[in-house]
């Protein structure tokens, strides 16, 4: 499965790691623990345009990429959503929100301005976030 991603994705986001039909993909804005998943398939826009086992195969990664936030990033709730309405490619957000975080109750979506992660806390925070979905998905390759 090839994958273009969208431009505004890719300004936005930094790899994380690659699961069996997802890229991970960690939001560079330090004031909130916040992956993306995109399925590598072109031509996506809804989670519907998936065949039956691949949504429910995305659904498994969205949950591992939970379990990772949780992790990582220590929260009170998870915030899951496939807007697509500003990127059209299909991709997922996870994130992990905290009450009095820079955005609660309200959503992350265009909310203040993002602060990117200096260089050293992005490293950081990659490998973590790899190590962990690597661990949760058996093995280096994200497969079971």
Request: proline share 8%; hydrophobic share 45%.
């Amino acid at each position: 499965m090839s994958l273009v991603l969208d431009p505004r994705l890719a300004a936005d986001t930094v790899p994380v790691a690659e699961l069996a039909l997802c890229s991970v993909r960690l939001m560079d804005d330090a004031r909130f623990g916040w992956l993306v998943l995109v399925p590598r398939q072109e031509g996506l826009v809804e989670v519907t345009d998936l065949p039956a086992d691949e949504r429910e195969l995305m659904w498994q990664e969205v949950e591992l990429a939970g379990e990772a936030l949780r992790e990582v990033f220590p929260c009170d709730k998870l915030n899951i959503g496939a807007l697509g309405n500003i990127v059209r490619q299909l991709h997922v957000h996870v994130v992990a929100r905290r009450e009095g975080d820079a955005a609660w109750p309200g959503p992350v979506w265009g909310s203040g301005v993002a602060e990117p992660y200096t260089p050293a806390e992005r490293q950081a925070r990659v490998a973590e976030l790899a190590a962990v979905l690597s661990s949760a998905a058996g093995g280096p390759d994200g497969n079971p």
